[in-house]
Structure formats: C-alpha cells, structure tokens
T-cell receptor, first 112, second 113 residues
Framework: DVKVTQSSRYLVKRTGEKVFLECVQD?????MFWYRQDPGLGLRLIYF???????EKGDIPEGYSVSREKKERFSLILESASTNQTSMYLC???????????FGPGTRLTVT | KQEVTQIPAALSVPEGENLVLNCSFT??????LQWFRQDPGKGLTSLLL?????REQTSGRLNASLDKSSGRSTLYIAASQPGDSATYLC????????????FGQGTELSVKP
C-alpha cells in the first residue's frame, strides 16, 4: 500500500514564524503536491513537483515556498506565517500526472 | 477549463439504503475520475479511480461509473452503514499541470442507524 506521511497532525505557530511542513511518500512517486483546504473554498493547489529539485506554482503560491531535495520528500515552507494561512494542509503523491493520487493525513495549522 | 460539481452538498439516509452520489464535469476530455472519502479533520482516502476508457469500477459495496458524453460520474453505495458517514469528493486531473486535481465541493453523507 502507498503511504504518504506528514510530519505533524496539528501545529500552532505565531505570526511571523518560519514554518516547515514535511511530507514523505514511500512508493517512489514522481509527482508530489501540496494543497490547502478551507471551508467554502475546497481544496486549492499551492505547489507541485514532478521531479527532484523541480517545482511548479499552483493556484495560490503566494507566501509559500517548497523544497524537494530527495524524491520521497516534499517540504512546504511558510516564510513568515500569517493568520490567513491557518488551514488544513494536505500533501499528495502520484506515479505520474494521470495516475491515482494518494493523500497524507493532513496537518491542521493554526497561526495566532 | 475543467469544472467539477457535486450535488447535493449534503445527504442523510437511513441505514441499509442504497444510494447514489453525483459528480458532473464540464470537459469530457478527462484522463480519469477519482473518488475520495474524507472523515472530519482527516486526509483524503482514495476509493476508486476510473480511467477515461472505462465505464465503471467496483470495490466491495462501492461502484463508480463514468459517462464522458454526458459529463457525469456516479458513486453507488450499496447497503449503507453508519460507518459510511463522511464527505465524498470527486476529482479530475489536469495533465499539463502535473496532474493537479480539480475537485468538486463534496457531498456530506450521513447514514442514520
């Protein structure tokens, strides 16, 4: 079974802090994604990566950056956390663009 | 531009009932259609994926169908149980954006004992 893990289930940070969210997949998947999910807005793509060191902006990249130094790990970085980044963050991976996408358990981030 | 819609937003049924969840999409040139389940505060669990060349897929009490000509997919749940209570999402990938998924807004299902 594919397994996607995220470093934290719940996280509370202060405004202005630098925040790292980590995602690891164990199935040698090429593509990895970071989404955020908010009530009434659904899931929105922040960034995705289709290979090591390769990244592409999604729909809402402002205020975020990503890092993919190893194939299995995709990190989301909030350079200076703000209250409007309070959200559920979901990581996903897939073997290729049109293959089944698998999600991690999510990180509920609260920025105060 | 692909848009995915799920109606109704919420559904409540008594235990044991067979039910159908609906998903509509605007661009019939889809690669696949994926159904997910999400429990409150949790991540998404993949239930079924139907390739564009397929008409349906089955897993246990779940059966998903795909009709590209009408722009519709349905998820059929047989003999519903309280444990089926969750939000069900359908999604379609955008190939030239790495497979970014376009999601419907979900149907929140409640199965009453």
């Amino acid at each position: 079974d594919v397994k996607v893990t995220q470093s934290s289930r719940y996280l509370v940070k202060r405004t202005g802090e630098k925040v790292f969210l980590e995602c690891v997949q164990d199935m040698d998947h090429e593509n990895m994604f970071w989404y955020r999910q908010d009530p009434g807005l659904g899931l929105r793509l922040i960034y995705f990566s289709y290979d090591v060191k390769m990244k592409e902006k999604g729909d809402i990249p402002e205020g975020y950056s990503v890092s993919r130094e190893k194939k299995e790990r995709f990190s989301l970085i909030l350079e200076s956390a703000s209250t409007n980044q309070t959200s559920m963050y979901l990581c996903a991976s897939s073997l290729a663009a049109t293959r089944e996408q698998y999600f991690g358990p999510g990180t509920r981030l609260t920025v105060t | 531009k692909q848009e995915v819609t799920q109606i109704p937003a919420a559904l409540s049924v008594p235990e044991g009932e067979n039910l159908v969840l609906n998903c509509s999409f605007t661009d019939s040139a889809i690669y696949n259609l994926q159904w997910f389940r999400q429990d409150p505060g949790k991540g998404l669990t993949s239930l079924l994926l139907i390739q564009s060349s397929q008409r349906e897929q089955t897993s246990g009490r779940l059966n998903a169908s795909l009709d590209k000509s009408s722009g519709r997919s349905t998820l059929y749940i047989a003999a519903s149980q309280p444990g089926d209570s969750a939000t069900y999402l359908c999604a379609s990938p955008i190939y030239n954006q790495g497979g970014k998924l376009i999601f419907g807004q979900g149907t929140e299902l409640s199965v009453k004992p």
